[in-house]
């Protein structure tokens, strides 16, 4: 079963990474019980804001949906956006592309995608499968 990281990235291979060890009960609504990884640039609590809006995308929401966060206390902001919804080894996946804008760099955010697919009992986790061909067919 896939349980690596799937990318398409430009600069932030250190903070895919990172996300990594959210894995466990990331789709919960408690994220406080997370363990926080270190994420060179963004605080603890900025990383629970992008995770909580990551999570809010898994179900029930359309291809193109935008979830926003932003941090009064440092002025970080990003948002992630569903750009894939597929099944994969009978699992429900998701490709969300994310964007972080650190308020000292605002003019050149940084930019990723990563796939989570729902394993199971275990959760929502971040997970190496290369996204299916485009058949036609409407996306759910």
């Known amino acids: 079963m896939p349980a690596l990281i799937s990318l398409n990235v430009r600069r932030l291979a250190p903070v895919a990474l990172a996300l990594l060890a959210l894995q466990a009960g990331v789709a919960r609504a408690d994220l406080s019980s997370l363990p926080i990884p270190a994420w060179p640039g963004l605080p603890a609590d900025d990383v629970n804001r992008m995770t909580a809006a990551a999570a809010r995308l898994y179900e029930g929401h359309s291809i193109g949906t935008v979830e926003r966060w932003r941090s009064p206390d440092t002025k970080n902001a990003g948002e992630v956006k569903l750009i894939q919804s597929f099944e ?18 605002r003019n050149s955010p940084d930019h990723y995608v990563l796939t989570w697919c729902k394993v199971g009992d275990e959760g929502w986790k971040i997970v190496e499968i290369p996204p299916p061909r485009d058949t036609g067919e409407p996306k759910k």
């Open 88 to 105: 994969s080894h009978g699992m429900p996946c998701r490709r969300i592309d994310y964007t972080i804008r650190f308020n000292q760099q």
